[in-house]
């Protein structure tokens, strides 16, 4: 599986717009970026995905580089409840069925400053 | 739509013991996952079932982990005998398979401390 690189800690003031960075390097043609979230004591809920183009939706938006090595989740206005960690991963053609599955790295713990 | 159920929410047992996890997840979801979080880590996948068939087990410690899915719904995930080092959160999730609805969902996970 092609690998992501995400910073360990990021912090921002509340109500600022926070920029995740993630590294793909590897990624392949055919591979989605996407973006879940965990807050505490939950499980990993889905923030947004795309491909190629910059994505928005009403809790992120994402932006990819022209040569797909690297992207940003841009948290608009960030807010306390927003404090959680974000894993960037890579998915493949979506299809359904098959041993598709999800791939964890360490992601990055955001900590919103009051 | 209702989401991920897992229970119980929190256990402690004493090591050597044996504890289970249930978990049903979203109706009509055919692909279940359990995943395994270790304080301060990523999740990583132990089992992976569609319907009731194991697609991926490589990660699940068998000689003391076991999971089954009867009926292509519920699933339940075992250990016995407990380590201490099996201390950490177990995640259940499921994925639909019908177009335009390939997303995961998680449940909010069971704690298990062994002390």
């Known amino acids: 599986d092609a690998k992501t690189t995400q910073p360990n800690s990021m912090e921002s003031n509340e109500e600022e717009p926070v920029h995740l960075p993630c590294n793909h390097s590897t990624i392949s043609g055919t591979d989605y970026i996407h973006w879940y979230r965990q807050l505490p004591s939950q499980g990993p809920e889905y923030v947004i995905h795309g491909l190629t183009s910059n994505v928005n939706n009403r809790m992120a938006s994402l932006a990819i580089a022209e040569d797909r090595k690297s992207s940003t989740l841009i948290l608009h206005r960030a807010t306390l409840r927003d404090a959680a960690v974000y894993y960037c991963i890579l998915r493949g053609l979506i299809s359904n069925f098959g041993n598709e599955k999800l791939t964890f790295g360490t992601g990055t713990r955001l900590t919103i400053i009051p | 739509e209702a989401g991920v159920a897992q229970s119980p929410r929190y256990k402690i047992i004493e090591k050597r013991q044996s504890v289970a996890f249930w978990c049903n997840p979203i109706s009509g979801h055919a692909t279940l996952y359990w995943y395994q979080q270790i304080l301060g880590q990523g999740p990583k996948l132990l089992i992976q079932f569609q319907n009731n068939g194991v697609v991926d087990d490589s990660q699940l410690p068998k000689d003391r982990f076991s999971a089954e899915r009867l009926k292509g719904v519920d699933s339940t995930l075992k250990i016995q005998p407990a380590k201490l080092e099996d201390s950490a959160v177990y995640l259940c999730?499921?994925?639909?398979?019908?177009?335009?609805?390939?997303?995961?969902?998680f449940g909010s996970g069971t704690r298990l401390t062994v002390v």
């Open positions: 999730a499921s994925r639909g398979t019908r177009a335009g609805n390939y997303g995961y969902t």
